[in-house]
T-cell receptor, first 111, second 115 residues
Framework: GEDVEQSLFLSVREGDSSVINCTYT??????LYWYKQEPGAGLQLLTY?????DMKQDQRLTVLLNKKDKHLSLRIADTQTGDSAIYFC???????????FGRGTSLIVHP | GAGVSQSPSNKVTEKGKDVELRCDPI?????LYWYRQRLGQGLEFLIY????????KSGLPSDRFSAERTGESVSTLTIQRTQQEDSAVYLC?????????????FGPGTRLTVL
């Protein structure tokens, strides 16, 4: 099955850019998602990208997909303290409705 | 419009007792998922319901776990004879299945603690 890896922690200064990385093993993943989980809350979909895309930009968020290296990243520009949360990448093959989630990266933003 | 709701928000139980967790999906969402999130871990898929089709139970960790869904509405996840390793946050999500992206909307979860 799919294996999805993320680093566990990222610490950045307010105003800097944050880059959260995700690597995966299954090249058949068609849909690739980034979710945000704030303390005590469920997951909230931030953005997604299709496997036939290399990049997607949505306001402060930029998703980059390198299919050759099986690497997905989420860049948050001008990171704010409100961005502090756990970020999960999730991947889903086109023939399945069940995504595989990474363990999540805890983003800590300090003044 | 209301989002996905789950109850209770917290449940503390003694080892060996049965527990029932409830999920109310977004109205009209045909797909419903249950996940388990252990501390510091990713989401572990448990079970998936889609309309009137037979559920995909491939993620249930043991026969102590079961889930039901009434039509396209409420779902309950039952854990019998709870063990300490069942302690986790149980998350429910629903989706409308009207787009290829199949965006899942998550509830806030039920935090289960087995003493």
């Amino acid at each position: 099955g799919e294996d999805v890896e993320q680093s566990l922690f990222l610490s950045v200064r307010e105003g800097d850019s944050s880059v959260i990385n995700c690597t995966y093993t299954d090249s058949s993943s068609t849909y690739l998602y980034w979710y945000k989980q704030e303390p005590g809350a469920g997951l909230q979909l931030l953005t997604y990208i299709f496997s036939n895309m290399d990049m997607k930009q949505d306001q402060r968020l930029t998703v980059l997909l390198n299919k050759k290296d099986k690497h997905l990243s989420l860049r948050i520009a001008d990171t704010q303290t409100g961005d502090s949360a756990i970020y999960f990448c999730a991947l889903r093959p086109g023939g399945s409705y069940i995504p595989t989630f990474g363990r999540g990266t805890s983003l800590i933003v300090h003044p | 419009g209301a989002g996905v709701s789950q109850s209770p928000s917290n449940k503390v139980t003694e080892k060996g007792k049965d527990v029932e967790l409830r999920c109310d999906p977004i109205s009209g969402h045909t797909a419903l998922y249950w996940y388990r999130q252990r501390l510091g871990q990713g989401l572990e898929f448990l079970i998936y319901f889609q309309g009137n089709s037979a559920p995909d139970k491939s993620g249930l960790p043991s026969d102590r776990f079961s889930a039901e869904r009434t039509g396209e509405s409420v779902s309950t996840l039952t854990i019998q004879r709870t063990q300490q390793e069942d302690s986790a946050v149980y998350l429910c999500a629903s989706s409308s299945r009207t787009s290829g992206t199949d965006t899942q909307y998550f509830g806030p979860g039920t935090r289960l603690t087995v003493l």
